[in-house]
């Protein structure tokens, strides 16, 4: 048997189906077939734009926000605490420029302090000759050590938060935290 042979028989093979079976099958065949899927209205082009422009508004408010994140004075406080608002001028040895020397500013942050603290630590900060610091800074002695000598002159006994008792909060006046913003010096 060839191809023709399989057709003609097969042709002969089909019986006529009645009018109301045909119906049947048509509505079957058409309750049961999925809708088309609906056309997608083209995207507005005026979007894109408008997108883009969102993502950089976006991406330069992080590097804002690292910008200013970056400089102490800057850096939020906790509920309670001061920073000192005139900066302690330091001048160190820069390791990764051999040889070379960074500008810096350090601030000291107190907690449980009143306004007359802050004006007694900005008054002793404005009246202290920073060169020796720098001088002992440079020898190997570090900015938080001199800090730390520091706020002991100018409160006799001040508890330093940073040795331990951060988790310790009794209401006296205590150091909290010293910070401090630094560039490389201008040839």
């Known amino acids: 048997m060839d191809e023709t042979e399989l057709n003609r028989q097969l042709t002969a093979a089909i019986e006529p189906i009645s009018d109301q079976l045909e119906n049947s099958a048509r509505l079957l065949a058409t309750?049961?077939?999925p809708d088309a899927p609906a056309r997608r209205r083209p995207r507005a082009l005026w979007?894109?734009?408008?997108?883009?422009?969102?993502?950089?508004?976006?991406?330069?408010?992080?590097?804002?926000?690292?910008?200013?994140?970056?400089?102490w004075p800057w850096v939020s406080l906790p509920d309670g605490n001061l920073r000192s608002s005139i900066p302690i001028p330091a001048q160190m040895a820069d390791p990764d420029d051999g040889g070379g020397v960074r500008q810096c500013?350090?601030?000291?942050?107190?907690?449980?302090?009143?306004?007359?603290?802050?004006?007694?630590?900005?008054?002793?900060?404005?009246a202290k000759d920073w060169t020796e610091a720098d001088r002992a800074m440079n020898t190997g002695i570090s900015y938080v050590d001199v800090l730390h000598d520091f706020a002991n002159e100018v409160f006799p006994g001040i508890r330093w938060m940073m040795e331990g008792d951060a988790g310790t909060d009794d209401g006296l006046l205590a150091v909290d935290a010293v910070g401090e913003t630094c560039r490389p010096a201008e040839s």
């Open 105 to 126: 500013l350090a601030y000291i942050e107190l907690r449980n302090a009143d306004a007359d603290d802050l004006a007694k630590l900005n008054a002793a900060i404005a």
């Open 31 to 33: 309750a049961t077939t």
């Open 47 to 71: 979007l894109i734009p408008l997108i883009a422009g969102g993502a950089l508004v976006l991406t330069a408010g992080t590097t804002v926000t690292a910008a200013v994140m970056g400089n």
